[in-house]
């Protein structure tokens, strides 16, 4: 009898053991990475002490990370966010036709991004900072959290869709930007368009007061002018381009999200731009458009 008191408070002991490592494995976030699946032109990174280096296709990049694309118009790096290998393929004339590029040479791959991963394309002349990139399995649910710093220049981004408690933000000098599954474009200067979705602009107004804008599928907003209007064809023909070309669609009908009633805190006095410092490299463009590995 003893015996057997003694073997099930070992097994209880043992339980409520494995259940706080689970407990405490669960509430551990992981830390996430970018990944270089398409390059045109040519752009630079850097983790610190302005040692800049090439940026490569296939290039896994961690938070801390800042990217400078060349000044050249048209180029352009894309990344795709999260964990995840993605499935690396010839092209095909589907892959062709969406590609960008007129004639992709036969030997190139093409990276094709996973379920869970988010597309960024940093356009020609933009300065991003990766700072947090995420994910934690609470067990009931998958929690992310992405934070990218649009320092200068132009972002075009598809995000898929996250659990409630996940976030998605984009701060620019002047204003942080809340994103849900969402096909969207935003400037440094605080212009964003939405393709598909809704974007919960906060920025800080001519008065020194901060501002909250929603955004949804088919508007564009310019914080500064506060005016809210309908994209034009234009702009709107390029960004259907672009999430084509990044083989994110949109392919399918528009979905209706909940919006974000995320309180954003943005100072008055330094808004987001407390790392604005990079300085524009002397990359040389050589014109080529790659994707995958």
């Known amino acids: 009898m003893k015996n057997i008191r003694s073997l099930v408070k070992g097994l209880v002991v043992s339980g409520l053991a494995l259940a706080m490592v689970t407990t405490t494995m669960a509430q551990a976030p992981a830390t996430g990475s970018a990944k270089v699946i398409r390059i045109k032109g040519s752009a630079r990174y850097t983790t610190g002490n302005n040692v800049w280096l090439p940026?490569?296709?296939?290039?896994?990049?961690r938070p801390g990370t800042v990217i400078q694309t060349t000044q050249?118009?048209?180029?352009?790096?894309?990344?795709?966010?999260?964990?995840?290998?993605?499935?690396?393929?010839?092209?095909?004339?589907?892959?062709i036709a969406n590609s960008s590029s007129a004639s992709p040479p036969p030997d190139v791959t093409y990276y094709q991004p996973t379920s869970d991963q988010n597309i960024v394309r940093l356009w020609e002349d933009t300065i991003l900072g990766i700072d947090k990139l995420t994910t934690m399995d609470t067990g009931a649910d998958v929690v992310s959290e992405t934070q990218l710093d649009l320092r200068r220049g132009r972002l075009f981004g598809q995000v898929k869709k996250m659990s409630a408690a996940s976030k998605y933000e984009v701060k620019i000098p002047n204003g942080v930007a809340g994103i849900r599954g969402t096909i969207y474009e935003i400037t440094a200067e605080g212009v964003v368009r939405v393709l598909v979705g809704s974007v919960v602009m906060a920025y800080v107004g001519a008065d020194g007061t901060v501002v909250t804008q929603v955004v949804m599928g088919g508007q564009q907003f310019d914080s500064r002018s506060g005016q809210v209007t309908p994209?034009?064809?234009?702009?709107?023909?390029?960004?259907?381009?672009?999430?084509?070309?990044?083989?994110?669609?949109?392919?399918?009908p528009p979905t209706t999200f909940t919006v974000d009633h995320t309180i954003y805190y943005v100072s008055p006095t330094i808004g987001h731009n407390g790392n604005a410092g990079a300085n524009s490299g002397n990359n040389n463009n050589n014109g080529n458009d790659t994707g995958g590995e």
């Not at 940026?55 to 990049?61: I, R, T, Y």
């Open 55 to 61: 940026v490569k296709v296939g290039q896994v990049l």
């Open 231 to 252: 994209i034009p064809q234009y702009d709107q023909k390029e960004m259907v381009k672009a999430a084509k070309a990044a083989r994110v669609g949109p392919n399918t």
């Open 72 to 95: 050249e118009r048209g180029s352009f790096v894309e990344l795709a966010l999260g964990e995840g290998s993605g499935v690396a393929s010839m092209p095909t004339a589907t892959t």
